[in-house]
C-alpha cells in the first residue's frame, strides 16, 4: 500500500512540475524568432507560418503519439519530462535508463524504477550538456583529422549502433518479442511502398499488442 502511495504521489508531482515545464520551454521557443520579426519587422504571412506547421505535423505528428508510448516503460513519468525537455531521447536517454534499471534489477512501474530511470536521466543530460559543449569546441577539428572511412561511419552507423545494443539489451530478457518486433519492420520494408511514419506506427503499436498478446496467454497458462 505504501509504495503504491508513494508511486502515486511521485507521478502527481511529477504532473505538476513537469508539465508547466514543458510548456514553458515550448513557449520560449518562440522567443528569439519574435525579437527578430519584431526587431526587423519580417512578420511572415500567417497562411505560410500554418503551411509550414501542417507539413511539420504531417512528418512528425505520429511521433506525438508514438515516442511517449514506447519510451514511458523506460523513462517513466519524470524521465519523459526531463527527456522530452532536454532531447535525445531515443540516442541517449532510453539507452541510459533502460540500462540503469537492468543493473538495478529494478521493476517497470516501481517507485524505485522512477527514481533510477530519473537520476540515469539526470546524469546523462548532465554529461551530454559537457560532452556538447566540449564537441561545439573542438568537435568540427577533431573529426577533421579522422580517417574518412571512420569519420563516414560515424555519421551514418553511430545511430544505428545505439538503437541495435538497446534492442539487443531488451531482446535478451524477451527474445520471442524481439523477434516479433523485428519482423514487423522488415515485413513493412519487403511491403514496400509505406511511409517511415507509418512504419513506425505499426512498429510500435504491433509490438505493444504482441506484448499483451503474449502477456495474457501467459497469465492463463499459469492459471
Do not use: H
Not at 524521465?79 to 532531447?87: H, K, P, Q, V
Request: proline share 4%; hydrophobic share 50%; with cysteine.
Amino acid at each position: 500500500m505504501a509504495n503504491n502511495y508513494d508511486l502515486s504521489t511521485w507521478k502527481k508531482d511529477c504532473i505538476k512540475i513537469g508539465a508547466p515545464t514543458n510548456l514553458l520551454a515550448a513557449a520560449t521557443a518562440f522567443l528569439p524568432v519574435l525579437y527578430l520579426c519584431m526587431k526587423y519587422n519580417c512578420w511572415p504571412n500567417i497562411s505560410y507560418v500554418l503551411e509550414a506547421w501542417l507539413q511539420t505535423a504531417l512528418l512528425f505528428g505520429a511521433f506525438y503519439i508514438v515516442e511517449p508510448i514506447s519510451y514511458y516503460a523506460s523513462l517513466g513519468m519524470a524521465g519523459t519530462y526531463l527527456s522530452f525537455l532536454s532531447g535525445n531521447i531515443g540516442n541517449m536517454r532510453v539507452p541510459c535508463a533502460a540500462l540503469a534499471l537492468d543493473v538495478t534489477k529494478s521493476e517497470a512501474g516501481t517507485i524505485q524504477a522512477e527514481i533510477v530511470s530519473t537520476m540515469a536521466i539526470c546524469g546523462s543530460i548532465i554529461t551530454n550538456l559537457i560532452a556538447t559543449t566540449a564537441a561545439a569546441i573542438c568537435g568540427a577539428a577533431v573529426v577533421a583529422m579522422l580517417p574518412e572511412s571512420i569519420s563516414l561511419g560515424l555519421k551514418v552507423y553511430a545511430s544505428a549502433a545505439i538503437f541495435g545494443a538497446t534492442l539487443g539489451n531488451f531482446g535478451l530478457k524477451q527474445p520471442k518479442l524481439a523477434l516479433c518486433s523485428l519482423a514487423i519492420p522488415v515485413a513493412c520494408k519487403l511491403i514496400g511502398g509505406m511511409q517511415a511514419w507509418l512504419v513506425i506506427v505499426l512498429s510500435v503499436f504491433g509490438t505493444v499488442a504482441i506484448a499483451r498478446m503474449m502477456y495474457t496467454a501467459g497469465k492463463k497458462k499459469a492459471a
